[in-house]
C-alpha cells in the first residue's frame, strides 16, 4: 500500500509562487509515477504533470508547460510541483496521485492513491 499526502497550498496574490509537496510513504519501492492534477469547482479534473520515480524525467502537457515545474526528491520520498506566475484561473484544489504505469499520461484513470487535495487560490 502506498500513501500520498498533499501540502502547500494556500493564498497568494497574481504573479506569485507556490510549491507543492507530495509526500509518498507505505511500498515506496512499488513507485513508478506520481502524478499533479487539479479541481477546480465546476470543472474537470485537469492533468499538470507527472514524473518518472526511478529516473525523475517529467511529463507535462502543453498549457502547463513554463509555468510548473515537477520535481522529486527520493531521500525524502517527496514530489513537488513548483508554480509559478499565477493567475487566478489557477484556483482550485490540488491532488497528487500514483501511477499506474512508468508514463501514466493525462488520464486520471491511469492513477490510482489519491491525496485529499490541497487548496490553491490565487488573488487578483
Known amino acids: 500500500q502506498v500513501q500520498v499526502v498533499e501540502s502547500g497550498g494556500g493564498f497568494v496574490q497574481t504573479g506569485g509562487s507556490l510549491r507543492l509537496s507530495c509526500l509518498v510513504s507505505g511500498r515506496t519501492f512499488s513507485i513508478l509515477a506520481v502524478g499533479w492534477f487539479r479541481q477546480a469547482p465546476g470543472k474537470e479534473r485537469e492533468f499538470l504533470a507527472s514524473i518518472n520515480w526511478d529516473s525523475g524525467n517529467p511529463d507535462y502537457p502543453v498549457p502547463t508547460k513554463g509555468r510548473f515545474s515537477i520535481s522529486r526528491d527520493m531521500t525524502k520520498n517527496t514530489v513537488y510541483l513548483q508554480m509559478n506566475s499565477l493567475k487566478p484561473e489557477d484556483t482550485a484544489v490540488y491532488f497528487c496521485?500514483?501511477?499506474?504505469?512508468?508514463?501514466?499520461?493525462?488520464?486520471?484513470?491511469?492513477?490510482?492513491?489519491w491525496g485529499q487535495g490541497t487548496q490553491v487560490t490565487v488573488s487578483s
Open positions: 496521485a500514483k501511477g499506474r504505469s512508468i508514463w501514466p499520461g493525462s488520464s486520471s484513470s491511469r492513477y490510482d492513491t
